[in-house]
T-cell receptor, first 115, second 113 residues
Framework: DGGITQSPKYLFRKEGQNVTLSCEQN?????MYWYRQDPGQGLRLIYY???????QKGDIAEGYSVSREKKESFPLTVTSAQKNPTAFYLC??????????????FGPGTRLTVL | SQKIEQNSEALNIQEGKTATLTCNYT??????LQWYRQDPGRGPVFLLL?????KEKRKERLKVTFDTTLKQSLFHITASQPADSATYLC????????????FGAGTRLAVHP
């Protein structure tokens, strides 16, 4: 899991509630990512950020929001607008350099269940 | 449409044999391809990266090939061990302004003693 931590490991949410998933890295990486993983599917990109105070939508951003106030932190909020939030959420970070392949380092994941 | 395909069926092999996993893609021109290992309930861990101008890459018991004409990568584990049992994901790196990886769904490998 490298130098990336995610909390909590398990999270239960009632319908209609917003929840925030934490992601912290001490690898001094510029880029951070949030993915969602569902059984039988590849990782799908929710949001990513290449620099503090800037982030872009990924392929499935609807119903999610993020912030990047510090280089080390990239929290993800799952809002009540997300229709099917039950999934395994993975945070990753990567070093950004010209010509440097973007190997990603993943956290241990948060499993979110909507009751 | 753009697709990455990995064999969705689990691969079962005997300990000591060579495991070969396949990653096929369509409509992409990746700059490079990566392989990750994922254990149940955990985040993926990077294993190997191969660039578009490389045919083969090795690391200990692991070997990756990359055929941009066939649009295919093969991932080999030689002398497999039960500890190699996991899901293996391939990921394409698409150039174009930011570092983005497109992941396949993964193939589950089970190595039996």
């Amino acid at each position: 899991d490298g130098g990336i931590t995610q909390s909590p490991k398990y999270l239960f949410r009632k319908e209609g509630q917003n929840v925030t998933l934490s992601c912290e890295q001490n690898l001094n990486h510029d880029a951070m990512y949030w993915y969602r993983q569902d059984p039988g599917q590849g990782l799908r990109l929710i949001y990513y950020s290449q620099i503090v105070n800037d982030f872009q939508k990924g392929d499935i951003a609807e119903g999610y929001s993020v912030s990047r106030e510090k280089k080390e932190s990239f929290p993800l909020t799952v809002t009540s607008a997300q229709k099917n939030p039950t999934a395994f959420y993975l945070c990753a970070s990567a070093y950004m350099g010209l010509g440097v392949p973007d190997t990603q380092y993943f956290g241990p994941g948060t499993r979110l269940t909507v009751l | 449409s753009q697709k990455i395909e990995q064999n969705s069926e689990a691969l079962n092999i005997q300990e000591g044999k060579t495991a070969t996993l396949t990653c096929n893609y369509t409509n992409y021109s990746p700059a490079y391809l990566q392989w990750y290992r994922q254990d149940p309930g955990r985040g993926p861990v990077f294993l190997l990266l191969i660039r578009e101008n490389e045919k083969e890459k090795r690391k200990e018991r692991l070997k990756v090939t990359f055929d941009t004409t066939l649009k295919q990568s093969l991932f080999h584990i030689t002398a497999s061990q039960p500890a190699d049992s996991a899901t293996y994901l391939c990921a394409l790196s698409i150039s174009g302004g930011y570092n983005k990886l497109i992941f396949g769904a993964g193939t589950r490998l089970a190595v039996h003693p």
